[in-house]
């Protein structure tokens, strides 16, 4: 199933790495968005971050995909790989359960407009599991979703800081 996010802030793509680079955004947008991050891994070179995140939501899924990932909250490890230059992410999530039934993978684009910037995060996420994998990927989907929009309201104020 694809994954597709536009978010438009009224700052410079400069502007924006560098909130979404900021350890007081960054505890912020995690308790809006209602999970829990640990950073397992993390490393910078030539203008290359490499970083292996773990990430648990505090939310309880749904009764459904409690039983369909044997799971009652979202955990999973997720690799990022950002060009500061070209302001571009690649990322791949690596489940906690499942792993081998699950495929999800993208990127993560900032570019410049005429009044701001914007993001725009594609990928593409597959479940197999039969009869109920594109009901499981649309949970998953609009779990995402719904944590990016909380985390573009943070993004936002914070853009429109001095």
């Known amino acids: 199933m694809e994954i597709r996010f536009v978010q438009r ?3 410079t793509p400069q502007k924006l790495l560098s909130i979404l680079r900021d350890p007081d955004y960054e505890r912020e947008s995690r308790a809006v968005a209602d999970v829990d991050v640990s950073v397992l891994r993390s490393e910078e070179k030539a203008g290359v971050l490499t970083e292996f995140l773990r990430i648990s939501s505090r939310k309880e899924l749904s009764s459904f995909m409690r039983t369909a990932i044997g799971a009652d909250r979202m955990r999973y490890e997720q690799e990022l790989v950002t060009d500061t230059a070209t302001m571009i992410t690649r990322w791949k999530i690596l489940p906690l359960f ?11 684009r900032i570019t410049a407009t005429a009044d701001g910037c914007e993001r725009l995060i594609q990928g593409d996420l597959k479940i197999s599991v039969p009869f109920i994998g594109g009901r499981i990927e649309q949970g998953v989907i609009s779990e995402l979703e719904a944590g990016y929009v909380r985390a573009g309201e943070v993004i936002t104020r914070w853009a429109q800081k001095p």
């Open 98 to 108: 499942h792993a081998d039934k699950v495929t999800c993978s993208g990127t993560s």
């Open 9 to 11: 802030f009224p700052c």
